[in-house]
């Protein structure tokens, strides 16, 4: 047995595409949309909390919704999407390695950093809550665990998430409690309805240029603030690399064991999810109880559901169909699509758009999820056909490999 633990068997050969994976990864870029929105459109605390939603609150609506958004989508897309990233890592330096690459380690970091360099640039032009900071960072930390057996990614993956479920109960509990009043006035603050709506409201006013030279001078905070996602993203990347590895999002699993996996994870999630919500609205989403069920008390239940939508996708797209080819051309763009719905997003709700930001409840701002949803999928499968990837894919490899790629068939 190696000193160190870690599998010294070789890598497992490079498997070909997998339609049904793609199809996973569009439906995820397309499942991040409906809390996104939530994002660009209102304040940042009503991301989780419908009490600082300034235009809709907390009516029979906006719960309903807030309700159905927490049990099945909120950091269940987010946690597939990562995971589907670890996954990608994975496969692209396996087959660097097949292939007899001569630098697989530095052609990694290599597009680690033209993700950074691209999501710095999203995150000062477009988005607030871009994910490609975290994503380019918490990449860098994955060759580490490439030749681990699967069943280590999954304790290391099971770990971290136990570990930020107790730093941030932590603070949740005396919270919860009102043992520490501080802590009460602080979580009131920043996730419940008292958080500074002026200030909001006059940052959405901004023209593209303010927006640009204000984010520009956060520049220090915004690269501080991705390793506060770290643990998280880590966790559900190196769950993606087991089930690569595992050979679940590989295809090589029959449907019926994805099925069951699927139902027994959804069995054990989804009840416990609906109680945590029935918290939340039992208390009249109060700050510290909502918060602490959003950020702590629901991310292994999230991870479980997640790893359910994986299983019953794989096992739904193994059969092929228009739905699933276009959902495949979809995730074959899924950087394009991200970074396109934010565009979108923008013209909706930026000053230099339609200054939507602070002006739609919960139900209209999930009504116009409907807008970037429908052109992922009806503009990835034609692009595709002319082009042999989306605009940011290309761009992305192109700035890693330091030379323009190949773009046109």
Request: aromatic share 10%; glycine share 8%.
């Amino acid at each position: 047995m190696p000193l160190s633990g870690v599998s010294t068997d070789p890598a497992p050969l490079p498997r070909s595409r997998v339609e049904a994976l793609d199809a996973l990864r569009g439906m995820a870029v397309i499942g991040i949309i409906p809390m996104n929105v939530i994002a660009w459109a209102m304040l940042p605390a009503a991301y989780i909390n419908p009490r600082a939603d300034v235009v809709g609150g907390t009516g029979p609506l906006e719960t309903a919704l807030w309700a159905l958004t927490f049990v099945l989508v909120e950091d269940k897309f987010r946690t597939l999407f990562a995971m589907l990233f670890g996954a990608g890592v994975a496969i692209l330096i396996e087959r660097a390695r097949a292939g007899n690459a001569a630098h697989p380690l530095r052609e990694h970091y290599a597009r680690m950093a033209a993700l950074m360099a691209i999501g710095l640039a999203h995150a000062v032009l477009l988005a607030n809550n871009d994910i490609l900071r975290s994503y380019a960072l918490t990449g860098c930390l994955l060759p580490i665990a490439m030749r681990w057996p699967v069943r280590r990614l999954l304790w290391a993956a099971g770990g971290l998430a136990l570990l930020e479920v107790t730093v941030i109960a932590l603070w949740a509990v005396p919270a919860i409690t009102g043992s520490d009043a501080a802590s009460s006035i602080a979580a009131e603050a920043q996730f419940g309805a008292g958080g500074d709506v002026g200030y909001y409201l006059d940052r959405a006013r901004e023209t593209f240029g303010e927006r640009v030279d204000r984010r520009i001078g956060e520049m220090p905070v915004m690269v501080i603030s991705v390793f506060s996602s770290l643990p998280n993203n880590l966790a559900a990347m190196l769950l993606g690399m087991a089930l690569w590895r595992g050979g679940l999002l590989a295809g090589e699993w029959p449907r019926q064991r994805l099925l069951r996996l699927a139902g027994w994870l959804a069995g054990v999630s989804l009840p416990v999810l609906a109680i945590l919500a029935a918290w939340s609205i039992a208390t009249d989403f109060d700050a510290a109880v909502t918060a602490a069920n959003a950020l702590a008390f629901s991310i292994p239940f999230n991870m479980a559901l997640g790893v359910a939508y994986a299983a019953l996708a794989m096992a739904l797209f193994a059969r092929g169909g228009t739905l699933t080819r276009r959902l495949a051309a979809a995730g074959r763009m899924a950087l394009s699509n991200y970074l396109f719905t934010s565009v979108i997003f923008a013209a909706l709700f930026h000053a230099w758009g339609l200054g939507l930001y602070g002006k739609v409840g919960r139900g209209a701002a999930e009504a116009l999820v409907l807008l970037p949803a429908a052109c992922i999928v009806l503009w990835s499968a034609p692009w595709l056909a002319r082009f042999r990837q989306g605009p940011a894919e290309w761009l992305w490899r192109s700035l890693a490999a330091l030379r323009p790629m190949p773009f046109r068939r």
